[in-house]
């Protein structure tokens, strides 16, 4: 699910997931696009899809923003949002109900992808920090399961500050406070998060863009793969 770019502090053990409740998912909405740098991270990501990809999954796909953004100039791409907030999947259904080339799936990332078929690209906004960490991991290998040789992983993501004054300083630059934190994010640093990457198999792994908590971090399946 897409989510507010806010944390909950390293010492809480049992993040409270609110993305059921309808309330938290429409105050996201109402705060989405006044997130600072925002497009800019949207920018780089839809400049590392090739406009060729034939089949793209989308994860949490929310209110499907990112994916009508990828649709612009991939029309006739066939398209998989995925999300398990009522309130975001019927957002997307609004957006996208007439259009024969989206599915919409409801699922919830904290159990394993299902059987969706294979893709040219799988994208996600703002909605894997909300995992614990190893779920984090089984996710990206699930991700190069399914993609196919060449394939292309992008995830702009919420991740987390080397310090807890720099990540104070993040929520005073998006207009939060340490109340407005969302408990159900589990944040993990950029440099953790490409070494796995690496490590489960992709290619040309980096943080292509980045404003303080804010991260696109992308890899590509080899061709042999």
Known sequence: M???LSTVSPMTSLPLNQWTSASHALDYLARADAIPHRTE???????????????????????GRLLGLLKLDRPTAESVALDFSPTMLAAVGDRFGQDPSVAIVSHDLAEPLPDLGRFDAVVSSFAIHHLDHSRKKALYQEIFQILEPGGCFCNLEH????????????????????????????????????????????????????WLEMALLAGVKPLGS
């Open 159 to 210: 991740v987390a500050s080397p310090t807890e004054r720099l990540h104070h300083q993040f929520l005073a630059a998006i207009g939060y406070t340490p109340e407005q934190e969302d408990p159900s994010n589990q944040l993990l640093d950029v440099e953790t998060q490409l070494g796995w990457l690496r490590a489960i198999g992709f290619e040309e792994v980096d943080c292509h863009w980045k």
């Open 41 to 63: 991270g949207e920018a780089v990501l839809l400049s590392c899809v090739p406009l060729t990809a034939r089949r793209i999954l989308d994860l949490g796909t929310g209110d």
């Open 2 to 4: 897409s989510t507010a």
